[in-house]
């Protein structure tokens, strides 16, 4: 079995700051996702990769970016943090480039005091 | 635009009962309903599936329904377990949406001894 890891699993920043979270896998999955969790909310998706230097935006891209410079990892950067956008982010990966199982990480809990 | 509707938003059930959830969705092309489960500061994992050229998959307690010309799917729990209260989020993709899994809001169920 594979797992994904995502760090940091807390991240606080203040207001207009520029904040990255990782994603690493180890399934040698082609495709991985960035998706965002508010409470009481489903998952929206922000981004999408479908191998290695590839990116597809979500539904939810804008005020972020993010880099899929190998096939195990996959990053986010919230460009400027603000305050509603604290919730929970959580990385996921499948095995090819169709909608197929996904196998998300715990997340990473964002706060922006 | 809310592609995808789940209800109820919670739901408490007593220990032997039926859980019934309820998913409803516009697209057309949509073709692979997936229902995750999400225990509290985990991500979600994959429960069941349905492909639309079926209309029922069962999988020991669990079974999840499929509705074509109404566009509906449903997840039943049969002798719902304490062990079973999560959060259930239904989800749908397909040809045309490539990688893309679009997810509906969840439903918090919640399982009384």
């Known amino acids: 079995g594979g797992i994904i890891t995502q760090t940091p699993k807390f991240l606080i920043g203040q207001e207009g700051q520029k904040l990255t979270l990782k994603c690493q896998q180890n399934?040698?999955?082609?495709?991985m996702y960035w998706y965002r969790q508010d409470s009481g909310k489903g998952l929206r998706l922000i981004y999408y990769?479908?191998?290695?230097?590839?990116?597809q935006k979500g539904d939810l891209s804008e005020g972020y970016d993010a880099s899929r410079e190998k096939k195990s990892s996959f990053s986010l950067t919230v460009t400027s943090a603000q305050k509603n956008e604290m919730a929970v982010f959580l990385c996921?990966?499948?095995?090819?480039?169709?909608?197929?199982?996904?196998?998300f990480g715990s997340g990473t809990r964002l706060t922006v005091l | 635009q809310q592609q995808v509707r789940q209800s109820p938003q919670s739901l408490t059930v007593w220990e032997g009962g039926t859980t019934v959830l309820t998913c409803s969705y516009e697209?057309?092309?949509?073709?692979?309903f997936p229902w995750y489960q999400q225990f509290p500061g985990e991500g979600p994992a994959l429960l069941i599936s349905?492909?639309?050229?079926?209309d029922k998959k069962e999988d020991g307690r669990f079974t999840t329904f499929f509705n074509k010309r109404e566009k509906k799917l449903s997840l039943h729990i049969i002798d719902s377990q304490p062990g079973d209260s999560a959060t259930y989020f239904c989800?749908?993709?397909?040809?045309?949406?490539?990688?893309?899994?679009?997810f509906g809001g969840g439903t918090r169920l919640t399982v009384r001894p």
């Open positions: 996921a990966s499948s095995m090819g480039a169709r909608a197929e199982t996904l196998y």
């Open positions: 399934f040698n999955h082609d495709t």
């Open positions: 990769s479908i191998t290695e230097n590839d990116l």
């Open positions: 697209d057309s092309t949509f073709n692979y």
């Open positions: 349905i492909l639309s050229v079926s």
């Open positions: 989800a749908a993709g397909g040809n045309n949406a490539g990688a893309k899994l679009t």
